[in-house]
């Protein structure tokens, strides 16, 4: 059973918001409900609770910008993802709930930093590795750390800014990836026990919030700062994330 205080409830509420938010406006948002769904649960437990969610706002994303997705990017990307996830799976066998938190936070981390590096550098003026190991790398990584972390998104910012996709395309391919991503994980979840009857209850209960969420972002994405609000939440995440290593 997953039991906890009303705080704990509250935090989850804030997570699902924010998934919600992140898919339909503010991508940067989403990093933050890792470590926060890990702060109240057990880390292992928290990726488990997370995905159902998460694939729930892939759904949203997806009927939104269904038509949108270029699929040869796609294509390149989604067989080096696979073996990700089930290198993650592999990993996720071998650790407890603390070392888990310690990989979690350390992946959240260096994925705020390249997310930092990848704005310093100037975005979407990224050049364009020609090789065939930038997809094979990019799928790798984001495999992996999806299946540990579910904190592959400033890896497929990387990536699909490489491509100069124009914005609705950018959102588009994303959402398919995210999707087929995340419900090829989920036999491996059940399979570490990660989803329960019990995780699946809870999700139904953090549903309204992350719908909330959704039309938030679709309502406030042409009024709200972008940059400032996403430079908020980043330093936000950053701290959940060191949290979660001590």
Not at 194 to 207: C, E, K, Y
Request: positive net charge; aromatic residues 10%.
């Amino acid at each position: 059973m997953i039991e906890m205080h009303s705080y704990g409830w509250a935090i989850l509420a804030v997570a699902a918001f924010l998934i919600g938010f992140s898919k339909t406006g503010f991508p940067g948002t989403g990093i933050l409900a890792i470590p926060l769904a890990a702060m109240v649960i057990p880390a292992k437990l928290s990726t488990g609770l997370i995905l159902p969610i998460l694939i729930v706002g892939d759904i949203f994303a997806v009927a939104f910008y269904r038509r949108h997705a270029v699929w040869r990017h796609l294509v390149r990307l989604l067989p080096f993802a696979v073996v990700g996830v089930v290198l993650g799976y592999l990993a996720m066998g071998c650790v407890d709930d603390r070392q888990l938190g310690r990989i979690m936070g350390a992946i959240i981390l260096v994925m705020l930093a390249l997310n930092v590096l990848r704005e310093w550098k100037g975005g979407s003026d990224l050049k364009i590795p020609a090789g065939w190991w930038f997809p094979a790398l990019m799928g790798l990584l984001a495999g992996v750390t999806t299946m540990m972390a579910n904190a592959a998104g400033p890896i497929m910012i990387i990536y699909l800014l490489a491509m100069r996709l124009p914005k609705n395309e950018f959102i588009g391919t994303g959402a398919w990836y995210f999707l087929i991503v995340n419900c090829f994980k989920v036999p491996f979840s059940f399979n570490l026990g990660l989803i329960t009857p019990d995780s699946l209850l809870l999700n139904a209960q953090m549903v309204p919030f992350l719908i909330i969420g959704a039309l938030a972002g679709v309502c406030l994405v042409r009024f709200v700062p972008e940059k400032a609000f996403t430079i908020i939440v980043q330093v936000l995440a950053a701290a959940a994330a060191v949290k979660l290593m001590f």
